[in-house]
């Protein structure tokens, strides 16, 4: 194989640790007796509810909508009565409000029909893929339909499909594209049709060969002559979309700009499948699927959830934790977030809940910055994480701008690479909340 | 850091065969002094005790390393309070400190006891007698170091005392040849850093350059007319190689971006044989890094990394 493609700046090679579940097929979870399902599951405001305590829900129904600015709807995920209007534990804003359902479980699951829509256009299509309450579920939650009404004057001539899946453990994307590669590629069909344009490329990281096949033979069936599938190198944060765009493009998205700038537009492969189901289907954005795994939980497994499933029923279905259960992480282990409580809700963005046991996880103490520089070699946006840190420490984190705090995307790679131990990336968190833009 | 400790033993093991064991014991009572230093000004200033992270270790090797091997026992210590105290803890404690610890101790043993430092050198020993020596100190002097030699009495007696090309380069490479304890050998300190840079521990950057312009500034003005230098044996001769795989690109003392390493490392090379070739001592490379040293976070400041993409409209 010739050299495989990547971006050319910074970047590590943390264990890759997928495994445990990269051969474990989409398990669909039984539905739990109650459903947590947060009102603002994507950047913008939280949707107003729809339905009042008492009410009865179908699966499918429209709970939330959305009332002011940029927003997402959301849906039932199964039938049920609303238990309560209350809030829920969030993983990152602690608290967010919710509706509580209490699930149906004799109700039968709702079938969805195959329609066409190659004679929609692309207002019908933006219409439908906004009523499903599509968001980027690779973590983002940036709602779909926005994305795909990029400003009037950039001319988009590329889609690309994320499927790096860069973070280790989490095999999330990787089973959908091996499980339903045809509808993925039908997913970019329709984002193509409403973006207008005729080259699509599926980047695909190298170590999941059966992947990268799968959709070869997709793309070669329902591609019609203009999906290409790229195989990259394996490095994080290769799914990172400035450089992916780099990586497949050659192009170079500035600061604080979007891939429109440069006329690309990114989707993730799991969003694409929720976008084929939205438009051909039918179907809302309701159900997740979900990397289980760590050494911390005794059955690893790819489910899919509905939206609101608490990671407790999740825990309980797969026969609990381990003793050596040391750390449980919401997300994957380079940009998660570390959990409080098992009471959290899964999302349209969770991709995982990592159960890490003591061995997979580094907790000695970190020591002063020793300069040597290798959280430089390792950012990919070329900044000084070592700089923010340091001025963080000594209280000067409003000054930390002219460091380019604000480019961060907090990949991780500093903190990964520091032998200092130093919470960099942290550190740079608390820098952004505290310095001016 | 302990992998940088394992990388100091080799040099100092064949320091024991080539000067006896002395150097050993001078290179325990470094070490052990200190880390005892360290200990003592942690507890002194209220700070945490790190004695285990190997960071006093290694200064301490490397003090050793940078004496002559004929001088007294209690030399390193006072080094090690010079080297930690002052040169550590004072001056910001570790990832603070502007200088490198281990040379700015040699530096002042220069200044103090400059007789003992730049006589007390002893000839390598040619057969196993390592235990002949231990009871030398200052007053036996016995050699010169080979840089000293071409300093004072000109190529012609360095090739009488030392061989010519290419058995002096041999002789060089394996570290039969006066110096300092733990800078004779440049194969084992090669062999050293090699394996820290197959570590990634440390990158090729300031190696190359501080040797790369000692051995071009060497063969341009080390001979008797312009481009008759020797290059090999420049970087092969006293702390050449010792300076620039472990001294020179210290983390904490020199700059942190590869551009800035490059620069530092030219500014190294360039003053080692400036002082080699025009100033008073035979030797440079000691001084030479300890002033480029505080010019590390001036090029720190002044070269950025290369940003992923600027800002459309400008930085904000």
């Given at each position: 194989m010739s050299a495989l493609l990547t971006f050319p700046k910074g970047g590590v090679h943390p264990p890759?640790?997928?495994?445990?579940?990269?051969?474990l097929a989409i398990e669909v979870m039984p539905v739990p007796d109650e459903l947590e399902i947060i009102?603002?599951?994507?950047?913008?405001a939280p949707c107003t509810p729809l339905v009042k305590k008492g009410d009865t829900v179908a699966e499918g129904d429209l709970i939330g909508e959305v009332t002011k600015g940029l927003g997402s709807p959301i849906h039932a995920?199964?039938?049920?009565?609303?238990?309560q209007l209350g809030v829920s534990a969030h993983p990152m804003r602690v608290s967010a409000p919710s509706i509580t359902i209490q699930t149906d479980r004799q109700a039968p699951p709702r079938r969805y029909e195959r329609t066409d829509?190659?004679?929609?256009g692309r207002e019908e299509l933006l219409k439908k893929i906004q009523a499903a309450g599509?968001?980027?579920?690779?973590?983002?939650?940036?709602p779909t339909h926005a994305k795909l009404?990029?400003?009037?004057?950039s001319k988009i001539d590329t889609l690309i499909l994320n499927g790096?899946?860069?973070?280790?453990?989490?095999?999330a994307d990787h089973r959908q594209m091996l499980e339903h590669p045809a509808e993925i590629v039908e997913g970019a069909r329709i984002i193509m049709k409403v973006l207008g344009v005729s080259t699509c490329f599926i980047g695909i990281e190298a170590n999941k060969p059966d992947a990268i096949a799968a959709m070869e033979k997709a793309a070669a069936a329902?591609?019609?002559?203009q999906v290409q599938v790229r195989a990259m190198k394996?490095?994080?944060?290769?799914?990172?979309e400035k450089q992916l765009i780099q990586t497949l493009t050659g192009r170079k998205v500035p600061g604080?700009?979007?891939p429109s700038a440069v006329g690309v537009v990114v989707h993730n492969v799991s969003t694409t499948k929720a976008i084929y189901d939205a438009v051909v289907l039918g179907k809302p954005l309701y159900e997740k699927v979900v990397t289980i795994a760590g050494k911390g939980i005794k059955r690893p497994a790819n489910l899919l959830v509905k939206?609101?499933?608490?990671v407790r029923d999740i825990v309980d279905y797969l026969g609990g934790v381990t003793p050596e259960l040391a750390k449980i992480v919401y997300?994957?282990?380079?940009?998660g977030f570390a959990a409080s409580s098992l009471d959290i809700p899964v999302t349209k963005t969770t991709s995982s809940v990592l159960f890490l046991a003591g061995e997979e996880i580094d907790t000695r103490p970190h020591s002063q910055c020793?300069?040597?520089g290798w959280c430089i070699e390792a950012c990919p946006m070329g900044l000084e994480p070592k700089e923010i840190a340091i001025y963080v420490e000594a209280?000067?984190?409003?000054?930390?701008?002219q460091f380019g705090?604000?480019?961060?995307?907090?990949?991780?790679c500093c903190s990964y690479v520091c032998p200092a131990k130093r919470p960099l990336v942290q550190l740079v968190r608390l820098a952004k909340m505290k310095a001016k833009r | 850091m302990w992998t940088v400790v394992a990388c100091l033993v080799p040099p100092l093991v064949l320091s024991v065969f080539v000067f006896g064991i002395r150097t050993l014991i001078i290179t325990a009572v470094s070490v052990a002094s200190c880390v005892a230093m360290e200990a003592i000004s942690q507890k002194a200033m209220g700070r945490k005790v790190t004695?285990?992270?190997?960071s006093a270790v290694i200064t301490g090797m490397l003090l050793a390393f940078v004496?002559?091997?004929?001088?007294?026992?209690?030399?390193p210590i006072l080094g090690a309070v010079m080297a930690?105290?002052?040169?550590k803890h004072l001056l910001g404690g570790i990832g603070y400190n502007i200088f490198n610890p281990a040379l700015l101790a040699r530096a002042f043993l220069l200044a103090t006891f400059p007789v003992a430092m730049t006589s007390a050198w002893l000839p390598p020993l040619h057969?196993?007698?390592?235990?002949?020596?231990?009871?030398?100190?200052?007053?036996?002097?016995?050699t010169a170091t080979p840089l000293a030699v071409l300093k004072t009495q000109g190529a012609a007696a360095l090739a009488a005392q030392f061989g010519t090309a290419p058995n002096i380069y041999t002789t060089f490479f394996l570290g039969w040849?006066?110096?300092?304890i733990g800078e004779t050998s440049g194969l084992l300190i090669l062999l050293g850093g090699l394996y820290l840079m197959y570590r990634r521990y440390i990158t090729w950057h300031i190696p190359v350059s501080v040797l790369g312009t000692i051995a071009l500034l060497s063969w341009i003005f080390g001979g008797?007319?312009?481009?008759?230098?020797d290059p090999l044996l420049a970087i092969l001769s006293g702390g050449a190689m010792l300076g620039a795989f472990f001294?020179?690109?210290d983390y904490v003392t020199s700059p942190t971006v590869r551009t800035s390493q490059l620069i530092y490392g030219i500014g190294v090379g360039a003053i080692t044989v400036l002082i080699r070739l025009k100033?008073?001592?035979?030797?440079?490379i000691c001084y030479a890094i300890l002033l480029m040293n505080p010019v590390s976070p001036v090029l720190d400041r002044l070269l950025k990394p290369k940003r992923f993409a600027p800002p459309l409209g400008g930085a904000k």
């Open positions: 890759e640790a997928k495994g445990q579940t990269a051969g009102l603002g599951q994507h950047i913008g995920s199964s039938a049920g009565t609303v238990k829509w190659s004679g929609l599509i968001i980027g579920v690779g973590g983002a939650g940036f009404s990029p400003p009037p004057d790096a899946e860069c973070e280790p453990y989490i095999t329902g591609g019609g002559g394996v490095k994080y944060p290769q799914g990172s604080f700009a979007l939206v609101g499933t608490r997300g994957g282990p380079m940009m020793i300069r040597c209280g000067r984190a409003q000054e930390t701008a705090v604000f480019e961060c995307f907090e990949c991780g | 004695v285990s992270d190997g004496i002559p091997p004929g001088v007294s026992y209690w030399l930690i105290y002052i040169g057969n196993t007698a390592i235990f002949s020596t231990l009871g030398t100190a200052v007053d036996a002097v016995s040849r006066p110096g300092a008797p007319t312009h481009f008759t230098g001294m020179a690109n100033g008073g001592y035979p030797e440079g």
